[in-house]
């Protein structure tokens, strides 16, 4: 190879670098998210749903701690920790099992009571208003 052949591939390789988009991963709705919930009190919730809940937040807060974490992460988590939030269920007050986790069988198992929980209905509605965000936001910075 020669003084004049490495230059070329110098000088290529110079170019494409100066030519390279660095993409900004936003990760503004899954902050407001976690600031939203880090603080809930587990006293609330049956101890089943809060562990499911607390294990994606975790992994939420990893991910928005990780500055090598791409876009699909971040929205991936955003998704993952509104549905887990969505997915909480409070501690029935009737409960008799005495440790927190809702109505129960005899076998410590959740019991369905039928009541629909509010928060994960809007939990989706959330979730379809944050998509919306991302797309329109992603619309302006195509236009730029």
Request: negative net charge; hydrophobic residues 40%; charged residues 30%.
């Amino acid at each position: 190879m020669t003084q004049r052949e490495i230059d070329q591939a110098a000088n290529l390789l110079f170019t494409a670098m100066e030519n390279l988009e660095f993409v900004k991963v936003n990760k503004e709705e899954l902050k407001l998210m976690i600031d939203k919930v880090i603080n809930l009190d587990e006293k609330l919730y049956t101890t089943r749903s809060f562990k499911a809940f607390k294990k994606v937040l975790d992994e939420s807060i990893e991910i928005y701690e990780d500055p090598n974490a791409t876009q699909a992460e971040v929205d991936k988590a955003l998704r993952d920790l509104v549905l887990a939030y969505g997915s909480l269920k409070k501690v029935d007050d009737t409960s008799t099992d005495g440790n927190g986790g809702g109505t129960t069988d005899g076998n410590g198992k959740d019991v369905p009571t039928g009541i629909q929980n509010p928060t994960m209905i809007m939990s989706v509605v959330l979730l379809g208003g944050l998509a919306l965000l991302a797309l329109l936001k992603k619309k302006r910075v195509n236009k730029l």
